[in-house]
């Protein structure tokens, strides 16, 4: 059970099917807890899904974005926490490989990192910052000193911290008060430390601790990039996050259908998914389910099929994406919690997992304030055109 043994989405498809089946047996335990899907993590690395996104010039399958959201949504039927964490990683290395934006060599040693089985993910946000997206300054510094570069600071919302191999931390630079960048951290030196404090009620088990830096020394080569840079702004990648958040959808439309199918009170004859209302209720489940998947599929698609000077005109249509598709996976879970009744608050019954699961998704990148505001410039700036 190999990933990079398959050739095609559908075979790909129907392998993360299986181990999406393996994820939602565990997912109640995990939510539970709020502990770590350890076991689901290394089942994707154990398979080759973690380096299908590196570029096949350096030991991956390259696969383009719309392969990647179709199969990070598939596991968020499964498990919507192990889904977001994993996109992270996955995202950041598709990313990374279509822009070229780290110098060679170094992208060249963490990919070959990465088919061993490392993992990586950005460290960003900040207690006083908060989002990076909102464009606050970070706290977290880093200093010149010789050869070498010293840090210091704590990050939050590290996702996936228990078991990642390298953070990418953006840090100011000390005595340059415009320059900020991303150093690129492995989990090996010394003065990193994981602070406990994910205390979250959705998605209990991505693990999204705080980072904690102190005086960490790296080397000159992995101040990796400078930020405030224009070019490359528009980040397709980020639509992993809307694609964990309709299969959590999907999954909710699932568990729905299945009790309406087999749940039969004495008031009625036969089950009550033969009621109008009922039926009602799935008709709309389907229509919303049609709208995000057309809506994030095309958009995805869209950036593939683009050249990267004319990707940065995606910007609004991505944000969009997002903006919708999480926001029907809210009403699409809404939908199938007033189906089934009382019994979705239940805490065995999983619908009240995706309820709160969903709804992390409104404080995922881009904000919908954001997004909404970045379309009405777009759409002035057409008329104006016009």
Not at 178 to 183: A, D, E, L, P, W
Not at 194 to 205: H, K, N, Q, Y
Not at 219 to 235: T, W
Not at 329 to 357: C, F, H, T
Request: neutral net charge; contains cysteine; glycine residues 8%.
């Amino acid at each position: 059970m190999n990933f990079q043994e398959k050739e095609t989405l559908e075979e790909r498809l129907d392998l993360m099917d299986v181990l999406s089946k393996q994820f939602l047996l565990r997912a109640h335990k995990i939510d539970s807890e709020g502990s770590f899907p350890f076991a689901n993590i290394q089942d994707l690395k154990d398979t080759g899904y973690t380096s299908l996104t590196v570029p096949k010039k350096y030991g991956g399958k390259g696969i383009s974005l719309y392969e990647m959201v179709r199969l990070q949504e598939k596991m968020a039927e499964g498990d919507g926490a192990t889904s977001l964490s994993i996109g992270w990683h996955m995202g950041i290395i598709l990313n990374l490989g279509e822009k070229e934006i780290w110098k060679e060599a170094i992208f060249k040693k963490v990919c070959g990192e990465v088919v061993e089985g490392s993992l990586i993910n950005g460290a960003a946000t900040e207690p006083k910052t908060g989002s990076p997206t909102r464009g606050g300054r970070p706290e977290t510094t880093a200093e010149k000193k010789g050869s070498n570069w010293v840090i210091n600071g704590r990050k939050t919302f590290t996702t996936m911290s228990p078991v990642l191999d390298f953070f990418i931390v953006s840090a100011s630079i000390k005595g340059d008060n415009r320059q900020v960048g991303n150093f690129l951290i492995p989990r090996s030196v010394k003065g990193i430390e994981i602070e406990e404090t994910w205390d979250s009620i959705a998605l209990r088990g991505t693990g999204s601790h705080d980072l904690i830096l102190k005086n960490v020394v790296v080397s000159e080569e992995n101040f990796v990039e400078q930020l405030g840079q224009k070019k490359n702004s528009v980040n397709g990648w980020l639509l992993h996050i809307p694609a964990c958040y309709l299969g959590i959808a999907k999954a909710a439309k699932q568990y729905a259908i299945q009790f309406a199918g087999e749940y039969s009170p004495s008031s009625i004859e036969g089950a009550i998914i033969d009621l109008p209302t009922v039926k009602q209720k799935i008709g709309e489940i389907e229509l919303k389910i049609m709208q995000a998947e057309y809506f994030l599929y095309g958009v995805a698609r869209e950036w593939d099929r683009l050249a990267d000077q004319e990707r940065e005109k995606l910007g609004p249509a991505l944000g969009a994406a997002k903006l919708t598709v999480t926001n029907i996976a809210i009403d699409v879970v809404d939908l199938a919690m007033r189906i089934v009744g009382a019994r979705s608050l239940s805490l065995k019954n999983p619908l009240q997992r995706y309820y709160r699961d969903v709804r992390a998704g409104l404080h995922n990148p881009p904000m919908d304030d954001m997004t909404i505001q970045l379309l009405a410039s777009h759409a002035i700036s057409d008329s104006y055109k016009n």
